[in-house]
């Protein structure tokens, strides 16, 4: 059984330019979260997927995207880049049920840095 | 939506000593509510959750409690050790997906 796996691990981009991340769900899962960790903070909850379709989003402007994979692996795509978009995006896989809250598993996350 | 406030942001003890670290949540809709460790430029790691149908759970030096009618919980370490410092983060789930995480709790065990 394979672990939760990112790319890249660190990136440096320029205002208004654009990124895609990407993450690797955990064998055997088909859900697919992705967070906005700013320094010293909690994990913010930005969108989440779920057999290809998003299945709940967060506060976060649409310039924040996504898409997955029939194999669930999944991209996270900022458009437009801000200087408060600097922070560490951890993308986390579980087991989605209906109805049913599963464990999160996180990847090591990508550290974005915004000049 | 979703509001979690976790106490206390920084809690330091002395290695042996327990630690307790208290969360409150807003949404009556919350159902799930794991504990994550995070170490200096590491992944959260899941270290123990509990249900709303569970009041209390226990896992070595390691337990929660759950209050759904006060709408607390909290995070008890017993017997901590130094690779017990880390930052805490308590979080509310509702339904099958969104997870609010807390703003941590910077603890540190000194030996």
């Known amino acids: 059984e394979t672990g939760v796996t990112q790319s890249p691990t660190h990136l440096i981009k320029t205002r208004g330019q654009q990124v895609t991340l990407r993450c690797s769900s955990q064998?055997?899962?088909?859900?697919v979260s992705w967070y906005q960790q700013a320094l010293g903070q909690g994990p913010q909850f930005i969108f989440q997927y779920y057999r290809e379709e998003e299945n709940g989003r967060g506060n976060f402007p649409p310039r924040f995207s996504g898409l997955q994979f029939p194999n669930y692996s999944s991209e996270l795509n900022v458009n437009a880049l801000e200087l408060d978009d600097s922070a560490l995006y951890l993308c986390?896989?579980?087991?989605?049920?209906?109805?049913?809250?599963?464990?999160?598993?996180f990847g090591p996350g990508t550290r974005l840095l915004v000049l | 939506g979703e509001n979690v406030e976790q106490h206390p942001s920084t809690l330091s003890v002395q290695e042996g000593d327990s630690a307790v670290i208290k969360c409150t949540y807003s949404?009556?809709?919350?159902?799930?509510f794991p504990w994550y460790k995070q170490e200096l430029g590491k992944r959260p790691q899941l270290i123990i959750d509990?249900?709303?149908?569970?009041g209390e759970k226990k896992d070595q030096r390691i337990a929660v409690t759950l209050n759904k009618t006060a709408k607390h919980f909290s995070l008890h370490i017993t017997e901590t050790q130094p690779e017990d410092s880390a930052v805490y983060f308590c979080v509310s789930g509702a339904g099958s997906y969104q997870l609010t995480f807390g703003k941590g709790t910077k603890l540190s065990v000194i030996p």
């Open positions: 986390a896989s579980s087991l989605g049920v209906v109805g049913g809250a599963e464990t999160q598993y």
């Open positions: 509990i249900r709303s149908n569970v």
């Open positions: 064998s055997g899962h088909n859900t």
């Open positions: 949404d009556s809709a919350s159902n799930y």
